[in-house]
């Protein structure tokens, strides 16, 4: 189950969760601290661009995060939204936080970078909640197909785009897409199939052909080989045809549906060998 879902699940198992204030006391020394973490974050913000002749830059900056970090203003917890698929030890690398750390001393741009790394990920948006919180939320790719390359199969999004680290063994049921360029448009091709559900039921796989147009692979060996102009259409007629005559369940290798109005079949005849001598 993902770490980030509405209840919020911590990412680190011993990072307890914000206490919320019982008192006025506490809820003073929250906005105490706050102040000093703003007042921190415009000095070091000050410091890092207006040039200071007779200060050293980073040793100030080092002193201010010292001091915000006396004032309690430091790393407590880490929440993560939005996550399915990306691998925990994966995201913790990728964040390598340390509790305890100054909260103005996190590099959020380098957060974003590293996390952007990850295959799974496609976007992630990161936040600084004082007074420790480092907010996360993920938007993961969504995988549509299994793109067959040589011998290997490799987990593609709607842009066909390969998801690094994904393992497709985990995602058979989704539908093999094969052919030279066949992944930037294997999103259209899968769009089309499914406006006719019960017959996409019965499909394995899709071969992209010269660049222009789709063979369908039907679970039970048959190959329907749809046109390059207006393929819905085709599907459609094929789906109507089906319902009433069921041809997808004869016993064919080929419907050919390439010439407009027109379906041609090939019987599923099989190949005969020599027999042994005897």
């Known amino acids: ?38 007042l921190s974050l415009f000095a070091i913000a000050t410091a890092s661009t207006i040039g200071m002749a007779m200060l050293d830059r980073e040793k100030l900056i080092n002193d201010l995060l010292t001091m915000s970090g006396n004032a309690g203003l430091v790393l407590t917890d880490i929440q993560v939204r939005g996550r399915a698929h990306t691998p925990q030890s994966r995201l913790l690398t990728a964040l390598n936080l340390q509790i305890g750390a100054p909260i103005f001393g996190i590099d959020l741009q380098n957060l974003h970078r590293n996390i952007s790394q990850i295959g799974w990920v496609e976007d992630a948006i990161i936040e600084r909640r004082l007074p420790g919180t480092i907010h996360i939320t993920l938007r993961e790719r969504v995988p549509i197909a299994l793109l067959q390359n040589k011998d290997k199969h490799k987990l ?10 994904a393992d497709p063994s985990q995602f058979t049921h989704l539908t093999v897409v094969a052919g030279d360029s066949a992944a930037p448009h294997a999103a259209a ?90």
């Open 1 to 38: 189950s993902s770490i980030g879902d509405c209840t919020m699940r911590r990412l680190i198992g011993w990072i307890k969760p914000q206490s919320q204030p019982h008192s006025l006391s506490p809820q003073i020394s929250l906005w105490r601290k706050i102040k000093i973490g703003f």
């Open 156 to 165: 593609i999004d709607r842009s066909g785009a390969i998801i690094d680290g």
């Open 189 to 278: 091709i899968l769009s089309i199939l499914k406006t006719e559900p019960e017959l996409f039921s019965e499909v394995w796989a899709v071969s992209y052909r010269s660049k222009r147009r789709w063979d369908v692979h039907l679970k039970n060996g048959m190959e329907v080989r749809l046109p390059e102009i207006d393929p819905v259409s085709a599907w459609s007629r094929l789906a109507m045809i089906d319902r009433k005559k069921a041809i997808t369940h004869r016993d064919l290798a080929v419907i050919d549906m390439r010439i407009p109005q027109q379906l041609i079949v090939e019987p599923n005849i099989p190949v005969r060998g020599r027999g042994s001598k005897t």
